[in-house]
Every structure is written in structure tokens, then in C-alpha cells.
Nanobody, 124 residues
Framework: QIQLVESGGGLVQPGDSLKLSCSGSGHTFFSLYVMGWFRQAPGKEREFVARISTSGATTLYADSVEGRFFISRDNDQNTTHLQMNRLEPEDTAVYYC????????????????WGQGTQVTVSS
């Protein structure tokens, strides 16, 4: 299995950028996992943000973040990142990193391992 730890959250103003990181550890091969990011705002269900394939060649984004957020990974460093640009107050949420194997779509049930989350607050 794999343990995931997110970092990089914080308080920013609308229009700012922020980069989240997720480090994977454990007796596993990071490159075997599809990596994803989800978020959960207060009073709302957890929602899909982005997903990246094992090699990094294929990415998928939620419509709400397409063109503003970019997911990447470094298999040598066992990390995945979420670059968030032009942040909006609606992006305020706890952001979770997740890992899954096999066919992994934009659904939380497709992911087997989760980090503890990092808070992102966008406010003026």
C-alpha cells in the first residue's frame, strides 16, 4: 500500500496561484498508481478535480478547473503536484490527494488510498 501526504495549502487572494504537492511513501512503486486530486468544500460532497495516468501522459480535469489547474507527477520523486492558477473563492476547500490502480476514472470510489487533506482558502 501507499501513504500519501499533501502540502502547500494556505490562504490566498482571488486571482492568485498556489501549488499543492503530494508525496507517496511505503512499500510500493509510486509509478504503478494513477494519481488524483479531489476537494471538499464545507457542506458539500467531495468532488473530482484532476487525475493523471501512471506515466503522466494522460490527464483529466473537472470542467470547473479546466485551463486553470494543472496536474503533474514525478515518479522519481514519488510526488504529484496540482498547480492552481487564477484561483476563485469557489475553489475554497480541503484538497485531497488519492491513488488508485487499474482503470481509474473521475470517481472517488476508483481510488484506494487517500491523504489527510490540505486546506485551500481563497478570500480577499
Amino acid at each position: 500500500q501507499i501513504q500519501l501526504v499533501e502540502s502547500g495549502g494556505g490562504l490566498v487572494q482571488p486571482g492568485d496561484s498556489l501549488k499543492l504537492s503530494c508525496s507517496g511513501s511505503g512499500h510500493t512503486f509510486f509509478s504503478l498508481y494513477v494519481m488524483g486530486w479531489f476537494r471538499q468544500a464545507p457542506g458539500k460532497e467531495r468532488e473530482f478535480v484532476a487525475r493523471i495516468s501512471t506515466s503522466g501522459a494522460t490527464t483529466l480535469y473537472a470542467d470547473s478547473v479546466e485551463g486553470r489547474f494543472f496536474i503533474s507527477r514525478d515518479n522519481d520523486q514519488n510526488t504529484t503536484h496540482l498547480q492552481m492558477n487564477r484561483l476563485e473563492p469557489e475553489d475554497t476547500a480541503v484538497y485531497y490527494c488519492a491513488a488508485g490502480t487499474g482503470w481509474v476514472g473521475p470517481y472517488s470510489s476508483d481510488f484506494d488510498y487517500w491523504g489527510q487533506g490540505t486546506q485551500v482558502t481563497v478570500s480577499s
